[in-house]
């Protein structure tokens, strides 16, 4: 027999709340590398190339994307909280190999695990929070559980550079993603709760039609999914160039760590503030109109990023990638739950934050090798080229939602 549950915001406040104090805390695992791995990188294994350089986005980027399918797939088979506890578990090794590592290699397994563990986390707390909000408010929703996680990216990030400025690069910075990973794994096996039974009560007035093949529809044949599944791809192909090259560049410009840090972690602590707003926003406005903007944003703020050396200005364009960001991320989600009847959804945002994650992956060896062969800067423009063009594909692929 079905739970007899409530659906909405005011009936789960309590365990959606838990929900985004727990995704911060996921966010913050992400923090940890943000703006000091290339120094780190360079000064404990001596490694000066971008391309070996950004093999722990490949290798973070391919985990979690294979992990995000599998817990879209798994969601209702496993349970959303079992799989978020899995994820948790895998998570505690990953400081300790960093602050431990002998050579690169343990640095690459830190990196899978961390991708894993990111898939696991962030795939159910988006799931379990849909599950929660019903058809109303889900871009609200989607919203408040980006804002916490990528507001707490910005924040580890700009915490880790200070204590590795203060104390050095290892092993004090990484001390805070023990704490990090304690936490969030204690919040999860004591309080938070499992939500399969609102998406089994939604699936009762829900008159979706089912998808015939839910991996193919939302790569490529529906073209809202795949509309939305290939920004998705670009903007995460984006944001590797950024966390792998853009603090490559800075130092290479003469920016302090501080300078760095403020400038790296700028992006993110918008992109999650932001979305208080615009995760609301894209309930009441039209889906494709705040996904076009958003990209289109994205890409112009990384065109430019290459032809400034002025610190104030390249804080202004962080700030910029930042607004982009945050309108399209709680939209892509959203869009994906609208889209997809509740007995589905879980699958195809697991298929979305597959090809989403990829694009960590394919960023940083599209932008890793272009700066090899041709340098940095050739590197960023050529990644803000395909983000326009993915903007395009939004604005006359995608009907209006």
Same mark, same amino acid.
Request: aromatic fraction near 12%; charge should be positive; glycine fraction near 8%.
């Given at each position: ?54 093999? @722990? ?14 817990? $879209? ?15 948790? *578990? ?19 397994? %830190? ?14 707390? /988006? ?46 910075? @990484? ?5 990090? %990973? ?22 009762? !007035? ?9 991996? @193919? ?36 410009? +003469? ?26 926003? #894209? +309930? ?23 032809? !400034? ?9 962080? #700030? ?7 309108? /399209? ?29 990829? $694009? ?9 090798? !272009? ?9 960023? *423009?050529? *990644? $803000? ?17």
């Amino acid at each position: 027999m079905v739970e007899q549950v409530e659906l909405g915001l005011k009936n789960n406040w309590k365990q959606f709340t838990l929900l985004v104090i727990v995704n911060a805390f996921v966010g913050g695992m992400i923090g940890l590398e943000r703006t000091i791995f290339p120094e780190f990188a360079a000064s404990k294994f001596h490694i000066d190339s971008n391309s070996a350089l950004l093999s @722990f986005i490949v290798v973070f980027g391919v985990s979690k994307a294979i992990s995000n399918y599998y817990t $879209g797939k798994l969601a209702n088979r496993f349970g959303r909280r079992n799989l978020l506890l899995a994820g948790w *578990i895998l998570s505690i090794p990953v400081p300790f190999l960093l602050i431990f590592s002998m050579n690169w290699y343990w640095v690459l397994f %830190a990196n899978v695990l961390l991708g894993i563990h990111q898939g696991l986390t962030w795939s159910s707390t /988006v799931v379990m929070k849909i599950d929660l909000i019903g058809e109303k408010n889900r871009g609200l929703a989607m919203g408040l559980n980006e804002f916490s996680g990528y507001l707490a990216v910005g924040l580890v990030a700009y915490f880790t550079a200070n204590i590795a400025d203060n104390y050095g690069i290892t092993p004090y910075p @990484f001390y805070l993603g023990i704490v990090i %990973a304690l936490l969030g794994l204690l919040l999860t096996l004591f309080w938070v709760k499992d939500t399969i039974a609102h998406a089994q009560q939604e699936l009762k !007035t829900n008159n979706s039609i089912l998808l015939k093949n839910v991996f @193919f529809e939302t790569t490529v044949k529906n073209k809202t999914l795949s509309s939305v599944t290939q920004a998705g791809l670009v903007n995460n192909l984006n944001d590797g160039m950024i966390w792998g090259l853009l603090p490559i560049l800075l130092i290479s410009i +003469d920016f302090d760590l501080e300078k760095v840090a403020v400038i790296g972690s700028v992006y993110p602590a918008v992109w999650g503030i932001g979305q208080l707003f615009t995760g609301k926003l #894209s +309930d009441h406005v039209s889906k494709r109109s705040m996904l076009f903007g958003g990209m289109l944003l994205q890409g112009i703020a990384i065109l430019i990023i290459p032809f !400034t050396q002025h610190y104030q200005t390249l804080v202004l364009l962080s #700030s910029i990638l930042g607004i982009g960001t945050a309108m /399209v991320y709680p939209t892509f989600l959203s869009t994906i739950a609208q889209a997809t009847n509740p007995e589905q959804r879980a699958e195809s945002i697991g298929t979305f934050r597959l090809w989403r994650d990829l $694009g960590y992956a394919i960023g940083a060896v599209i932008s890793g090798i !272009t700066a090899d062969l041709f340098g940095i800067d050739k590197a960023i *423009i050529l *990644i $803000g080229l395909i983000t326009v063009f993915s903007s395009l594909i939004i604005r006359f692929r995608m009907p209006k939602i």
